[in-house]
């Protein structure tokens, strides 16, 4: 595994002086690897797609309004 230097302001430290800061940089670099490889997968997954991105955004909306409205239907049923 390689190491990750990163410099934290004293007055940080002083705020917040029980914080474990190695496992929150830990977290965070991993929370960004998993999002980048999130991307890199439906890239990878959507690079033979015949839509445009104005068709993906209107399947998106669309998708959205109709997971709100079984939602609510769901809401006012129970």
Same mark, same amino acid.
């Given at each position: 595994?390689?190491?990750?230097?990163i410099?934290?302001?004293?007055? +940080?430290? @002083?705020?917040?002086? =029980? +914080?474990?800061?190695?496992?929150?940089?830990?977290?965070?670099?991993?929370?960004?690897?998993? @999002?980048?490889a999130?991307?890199? *997968?439906? =890239? =990878?997954?959507?690079?033979?797609?015949e *839509?445009? =991105?104005?068709?993906?955004?209107? *399947?998106?909306?669309?998708?959205? @309004?109709? +997971?709100? +409205?079984?939602?609510?239907?769901?809401? @006012?049923a129970?």
């Open positions: 595994m390689s190491e990750l230097k410099r934290i302001p004293e007055w +940080v430290l @002083r705020e917040f002086p =029980d +914080v474990a800061w190695p496992k929150i940089a830990e977290r965070a670099v991993l929370e960004e690897f998993r @999002r980048l999130t991307i890199k *997968l439906f =890239d =990878d997954f959507f690079k033979h797609s *839509l445009t =991105d104005e068709e993906c955004l209107s *399947l998106g909306k669309a998708v959205s @309004r109709a +997971v709100q +409205v079984r939602i609510e239907q769901e809401l @006012r129970t």
